[in-house]
C-alpha cells in the first residue's frame, strides 16, 4: 500500500512566480492535511479537508496559498505568487477518519 | 488554544545510553497526544499515541511515552539508543482524536554519538 506521495520533491522559484504542489493521500483516507515545516517557525498547519471538504484554511495563509482537492485522491497547493519567505518544506499528512496522521516526504521550496 | 512545549531543542546522547524526551502540553480538555519522528530529508513517522488507559504506552522500535495529567506532560523515552535514532523528535496534541488538527511542538534533535 503506498503511502503519501508528494511532487515535486524540490522546486526552485522566482520571487512572483505561480507554483502548484501536489499530493496523493494514502489511499482510503478521507482527511488531508498541508503543513509548512521552516525552522523559526516549525510546522504550521495551511488547510485541512475531510472528504474534500475545506476545514480549515490558515488564517495567516489566505492570502496567497490556496489548497484545492478536486478529488479524493489528489490535492494541490497553489503559492501565488511566491515571495522569499515562502522558503520552506510542505507536507502534505492524511488520515482516516481523524486517526494518525501519516505524512509524505515533504517539497522543499526554495523562493530567490 | 492549546500548546505544546518541548523545551530541550537539543539533546546529545552515546549509542546505548538511555534518553528522555520532554514535552508539556496545555489544555483544558480531552485530548489526544503523539510523537513523530523526523529523520533528516524526510516526512515525520509516527511513534506512538495516547489517549485513555494506561498511561505508558509503548511505540514502535522501542521507544515509550508517560502521560502525566498532574505533570500536563507526555515525555518519551527509550530505555538503550542506537545510532539510527538521531532525528528531530516532534510531541502534537490534538483536541479531537490522534489525527485531526496536530499542533506540534518546536522539536528536539537527537543526536546518538558511536
Known amino acids: 500500500d503506498a503511502g503519501v506521495t508528494q511532487t515535486p520533491r524540490h522546486e526552485v522559484a522566482e520571487k512572483g512566480q505561480t507554483i502548484i504542489l501536489k499530493c496523493e493521500p494514502v489511499?482510503?483516507?478521507?482527511?488531508l492535511f498541508w503543513y509548512r515545516q521552516t525552522k523559526i517557525q516549525g510546522l504550521e498547519l495551511l488547510s485541512y479537508f475531510r472528504s474534500k471538504s475545506l476545514m480549515e484554511d490558515g488564517g495567516a495563509f489566505k492570502d496567497r496559498f490556496k489548497a484545492e482537492m478536486l478529488n479524493s485522491s489528489f490535492s494541490t497547493l497553489k503559492i501565488q505568487p511566491t515571495e522569499p519567505k515562502d522558503s520552506a518544506v510542505y507536507l502534505c499528512a492524511s488520515s482516516f477518519g481523524g486517526d494518525t496522521q501519516y505524512f509524505g516526504p515533504g517539497t522543499r521550496l526554495l523562493v530567490l | 488554544t492549546q500548546t505544546v512545549s518541548q523545551s530541550d531543542a537539543h539533546v546529545t546522547v552515546f549509542e546505548g545510553d538511555s534518553v528522555e524526551l520532554r514535552c508539556n502540553y496545555s489544555y483544558g480538555g480531552s485530548i489526544y497526544l503523539s510523537w513523530y519522528i523526523q529523520h533528516h530529508g524526510r516526512g515525520l513517522q509516527f511513534l506512538l499515541k495516547y489517549y485513555s488507559g494506561n498511561p505508558v504506552v509503548q511505540g514502535v522500535n522501542g521507544f515509550e511515552a508517560e502521560f502525566s495529567k498532574s505533570d500536563s506532560s507526555f515525555h518519551l523515552r527509550k530505555a538503550s539508543v542506537h545510532w539510527s535514532d538521531s532525528a528531530v523528535y516532534f510531541c502534537a496534541v490534538s483536541h479531537n482524536n490522534a489525527g485531526a488538527k496536530l499542533t506540534f511542538g518546536g522539536g528536539t534533535r537527537l543526536t546518538v554519538r558511536p
Open positions: 489511499s482510503g483516507h478521507n482527511d
